[in-house]
């Protein structure tokens, strides 16, 4: 009996582990690491303007296209929370999650291909994705702890997400240092 308590334990902190850092977690960073490129985004925008105009981007909507790239996650976690309760219901809070990981893994791609592509949009569509990822995390990640953990313990292994957040984001400003 012992055992399988332990056993519980340990699949039960390996859950939280793995529904943290695969949610949550990635929340906090993307929260906070978009001011360590911002001179590098923001110059690549102006470059991949010139490359197709022939001329830089006028100086004042510089800052308003970095000001649409940042404010595209939030609006993607507005949208990402209205599409968390009907995937939760429809495929389950598990299988949520791990669907959830196509809107992170076609955000990176697009990331990592903008540069190659010359195309700052995939940027601001990357950071709109990451968001919808990170709306659905943090409304389907507790549900699924809440409903992992027994009954004892479903408050501490609740909190477990706002934990992760917090350390998304110190990751993300330690990452962002020079």
Known sequence: MRALRLF???VLLLTICAAG????FQ?????????A???????????TWRMRTGRPLPDHLVPLVWSLIVSLHPVGGLLGALLAGPLAITLGRKKSLLVNNIFVVAAATLF????RAG???MIMLGRLLVGVSAGVSMNVQPMYLGESAPK???????MTSAIFTALGIVMGQVV???
């Open 112 to 115: 990592g291909f903008s540069r």
């Open 176 to 178: 962002g240092l020079r």
């Open 152 to 158: 004892e313990l479903r408050g501490a292994v609740a």
């Open 21 to 24: 850092i695969g949610g949550t």
């Open 37 to 47: 490129p911002t001179s590098h985004i923001q110059e690549f925008t102006n470059e």
């Open 27 to 35: 929340f906090g960073y993307n929260l906070s690491i978009i001011n």
């Open 8 to 10: 519980q334990g340990r």
């Open 119 to 121: 195309s700052f949009e």
